[in-house]
Nanobody, 129 residues
């Protein structure tokens, strides 16, 4: 059973940066497609980004393209989310989880969680002046 622990959240001013980390255990990270999701108060959880387990291809929600970068270090069992030029609307609890893949060659990740998949407890990101 994949276990996930997120960290790196905090309070930052608009325009600032944060790097989130997702530590994985219980299963080999190599080969798994992973993603970041966020949930703001009163809103449904939304996909932010994903990175494939095959060749580390990535995808992003339109709202974060050009500002966020997802990466992975399989040797350290870590998934990262570098967030730059943060906006107030980025305020949310950020969680990582395993994600679905397209039936393509090579398989591309989808910013959609695996039904019944694993989640961490999340890390709070607050963007405010």
């Amino acid at each position: 059973q994949l276990q996930l622990v997120e960290s790196g959240g905090g309070l930052v001013q608009p325009g600032g940066s944060l790097r989130l980390s997702c530590a994985t255990s219980g299963a080999a990270l190599e080969g798994l497609s992973m993603g970041w999701f966020r949930q703001a108060p009163g809103r449904e959880r939304e996909g932010v980004s994903c990175i494939s387990g095959f060749d580390s291809n990535t995808d992003y929600a339109d709202s974060v393209k050009g500002r966020f970068t997802i990466s992975r270090d399989n040797a350290k069992n870590l998934i990262y989310l570098q967030m730059n030029n943060l906006k107030t609307e980025d305020t949310a609890i950020y969680s990582c989880g395993d994600v679905l893949e397209q039936s393509s060659i090579p398989p591309r990740c989808l910013v959609r969680p695996v039904p019944g998949g694993s989640w961490g407890q999340g890390t709070q990101v607050t963007v405010s002046s």
